[in-house]
């Protein structure tokens, strides 16, 4: 993230720009609705709501909520709660706004922000959550910091991302790339990618630093297949989630040239079978404590 002039950091993927991964437009915000939602969120957002504790008059604040998925579920498990998404996409808000007025026991509101802090009141949610946030190491102990401003005492946090050992199969093919190509060194970004997303331990220290007790994490392993390389670069998952937060923490010197390896070698390891992609589920949830 970057700063602001007022203290405030600009979430990440929001430095202006139409190839910006959180500024969906109306297409991909569309796409991201009728594909990545059933079949890839869907494992984070159910794994989320199966850990929520219900409660009566919840207030739940939904940051990074794109285009308001899991919360039709989160309003089912908490009746009468009060929803309020944010996100950095006005296309993918509109989508949610869309979507909430089709359900009339829902209550939701959804707002445009893309810095941390953000401007929503202290200690005023019972509830908050966040589905596949795009963030580094550094940019989630800003995300549970907000968390832990936001939510009221014995407030619960549900944040559900991919873990350390995802989307390996795809690391490797990129370690590949840059030994070939002189970038494999043990120092190197591509090296040490991999283990910027966490390990489940990892992930409930960062959580308790933050001022959170009571914390658990579950897990659960799925995996992602696709018929060709062409195939997997065309989906909608790989194309609007996993390709971009991959180059991103990879911070690849040749971005093209790697990808385009990568495409190939799918191609020629798994001509006669399909190319699997491990996901490692996991949500973190935790207490504010008083």
Known sequence: MTADPGGRRRLPGTRGGSRDPLRLGPAEAAIFETFVVPRYLSHFGELLIEMIVESEQARVVHLYCRTGYPDRGVSLKLEGAHILGTDASPAALQLARA??????????????????????????????????????EEERAWLFGEFARLLAPHGQVLVAMPLRGSFQELADLLHEFALK???????????????????????????????????????????????????????????????????????????EGALSYVQDAIDKYWSESTFELTVNVGCVTGRRST
């Open 181 to 255: 190509n002189g970038e494999g060194e043990a120092e190197s970004p591509v090296e040490r990618a991999p283990e910027v997303r966490p390990t489940a331990e990892g992930l409930s220290v960062e959580l308790e630093d933050a001022g959170f007790e009571f914390v658990d994490v579950a897990t659960r392993t799925t995996v992602l297949r696709f018929r060709s390389g062409r195939d997997f670069f065309e989906d909608p998952v790989a194309r609007l989630l996993i390709v971009p937060e991959v180059k991103r923490h990879h911070r690849l010197e040749d971005p």
């Open 99 to 136: 979507k909430a007025a089709t359900m009339p026991n829902m209550v939701a509101e959804y707002r445009l922000l893309d810095a941390f802090p953000t401007p929503l009141p202290a200690s005023a949610f019972s509830h908050g959550v966040a589905v596949h946030p795009f963030v580094n």
